[in-house]
C-alpha cells in the first residue's frame, strides 16, 4: 500500500482553451486531478496531495498537502477563471514541487510528482533534454517518483518510434527519457493520452500511474493471477474468465469474482445433487481420489456418501481450470458429512464431553486460585514471624 | 576507555533509511540485521551518483565514539569524504553543508574498515545520525559500502525498553 504525498502540477497555459479532450483540456484536467486526488486519498488515510500550477507568471503553489477536496476543488476553480497564460516551465515547476515535498509534515510519506503536461516543449532554461535527464536523476536520488501524463500539444512526435522499440530505445522523447531516468523500481511512468472518445480522467485510472493505488484496498485472493504483472498486459487477460483484463480494472475484477462465488455457492446449496453429478462427469473421478480421501467419503454414511463423492471427484479435479468450483464442493461435502456423522452419533454426548472439559478447566482454575492465595498466606505469615 | 561497544544493537531498523541507493543494494543489507556486515554479498550500493545519505536511528539516545566504515571490495569506489550530521528529522542532500563533523578517510581505514575516532563532545546525545558520503577515492559513479560500525554508549538517562515483553503466564 503506497504511503506517499504527492504533489500534482498543472498545465495551466493558453494551450489549455483548445477543446480537443472534451469540454477543453482545462477542464478535462480538472477531472483527471479530481480522480488523482480521491485515488491516492483513498489508497492511505495517511496520503496527502497537494496542487501547483507551472505556466502564468511563473510556477505557483495553490495548495500544500491537504486530505481536503474542498481545497483542490477551490483551488482548480482558480485556475480556471484566474490563472490562464503563459507558457509552462517544467523544471522551475518540479523543483518547486519537490520543495513543498521536502516539507511534508509526516516524513515517512513517500515522495511523488504527477506533472500534467498539455503545451509543447518550451525554450525555458533548462528544459532541454539533457538538462531534464539531469533533473531526473537529482529526483530519483533523493527518492522522489514522478509520473507526467502528457496529452495535447504535450504529446511529443517522437513517441511512436518510441514505443515501437521499446523502452530502451535512446532516441526517445525527452519526457520519456526523464521519466526512465527517474525511474527507480519501476515507480514512475509516462502516460500519453491522444484526443478522442476517451477522457483523460478514464485513461489516468486504468493506468500504471494509479494501478498501485488502485490495488491497494483490494485482498490478495481477490486480485487474481495477474496482479503481480505488469498493468495493462495483453497477456493477463488469458488467465481471467470474464473477458476483461483484470490488472486493468482491479475493483471490477474483484466484483466479478464474489459474485462468480456467490452464485456458485447459491447454485451448489440449491441442487446438491446435481453439483456432485456434474463434479462426477470427469472419469477419474472417485478412484483417482488419494486414499484417504476415499476412506472420507465412505465414513460418511449414507447421507454424506453422494457429498463425499463429490468431494473425491473435486480433489482429483484440483488441478483443473475451475478450482474455486472444486474447493467449494469439496467444503460443501465436508460440511454435509458433518450433518450425517451429528446424525448418526449421539449429539448430546458430545456435548456432554465438551461441559466436561469446560468444568475441568474451571476446576483447575479454582484450584490456582487457590493455591495461589494459600501461598500468599504462608508468605505473610512467614513475614509476620519475621518482623516478630 | 571503559564501556567501548557497537551500538548497532540499539539502531531502529524500521527508520533506517538511505537516500540514493540502489534498490537491490539497500543500507538494510549492511544494517538491517544490527550486527557488523560480513556476508559478502550484501553491501549498499549507491545509484544516481557517488553520493550516499544513510540516515540512522536509535531506540534511544547514544553518544558515539568512533565510526568504522569498510569497503573492501573496490578501492576506487571507497567512500573518501564524510560529513556527519545528527538529529535532523527530514535531510535531504542539499542541508548537508553544516556538518557536526567531516572526514576524510584513507584507503587504508575504509578497506580494513578501521574506527575513526569522532569528537566525542559533539555526539553526546545522538537519537539520529546522519553520514553523508560525499565521493569516493577513484571518482567512480558508484560508492560501495560492505558494512558499518558505530562504537559508543547508550545514554545514560534512557533505558531500552524494546527488549521488555509481557510476562508469560
Known sequence: MPLEATMIIIDNSEYMRNGDYPPSRLEAQADAVNTVFQTKVDSNPENTVGIMTMAGKGPEVLVTHTRDLGQILKALHTVATEKIGGAINIPTAIAIAQLALKHRENKNLRQRIVVFVGSPPTDAPGSDAASLVKLAKKLKKNNVAVDIVSFGDGIEEEEEVSMEVGAEAHSASPLRKFVDNASSGDNSHLLVVQPGSTLLSDALITSPVLAADRAAGIPEELQGGGGDAGPSQGGAANDFEFGVDPSLDPELAMALRLSMQEANAREAVANPSAAGLSADQPPASSAAAPSTNAGQAAAAGAVGAGAGVAAGAAVANIDGDDEDDALLQQALALSHEEDGEDVEMDGSDEEGDEEGDEDEEDDDEDAAIARAIQMSMEEQQQEDKKGK | ?169
Not at chain 2, 42 to 50: G, K, M, N, V
Not at chain 2, 83 to 93: D, E, Q, T
Not at chain 2, 102 to 122: F, I, M
Open chain 2, 1 to 169: 576507555m571503559a564501556d567501548e561497544k557497537s551500538i548497532l544493537d540499539l539502531i531502529d531498523t524500521t527508520q533506517l533509511s538511505c537516500l540514493n541507493e540502489n534498490s537491490s543494494h539497500t543500507v538494510k543489507d549492511i544494517l538491517g540485521r544490527k550486527t557488523v556486515n560480513s556476508a559478502a554479498g550484501s553491501y549498499l550500493l549507491s545509484d544516481a551518483d557517488e553520493q550516499l545519505l544513510l540516515t540512522i536511528t536509535f531506540n534511544q539516545s547514544v553518544r558515539i565514539r568512533k565510526l568504522a566504515i569498510r569497503s573492501s571490495e573496490d578501492p576506487s569506489k571507497a567512500p573518501k569524504s564524510i560529513k556527519l550530521l545528527i538529529n535532523r528529522p527530514s535531510i535531504g542532500f542539499e542541508d548537508t553543508t553544516d556538518a557536526v563533523q567531516e572526514l576524510e578517510l584513507t584507503e587504508d581505514q575504509v578497506k580494513e574498515g578501521k574506527s575513526v575516532a569522532l569528537r566525542y563532545v559533539r555526539f553526546q546525545s545522538v537519537n539520529t545520525l546522519h553520514i553523508f558520503i560525499e565521493n569516493n577515492h577513484g571518482d567512480e559513479d558508484e560508492t560501495r559500502i560492505d558494512a558499518v560500525d558505530i562504537i559508543g554508549t547508550p545514554f545514560e538517562t534512557t533505558k531500552d525498553l524494546s527488549g521488555l515483553r509481557q510476562e508469560e503466564d
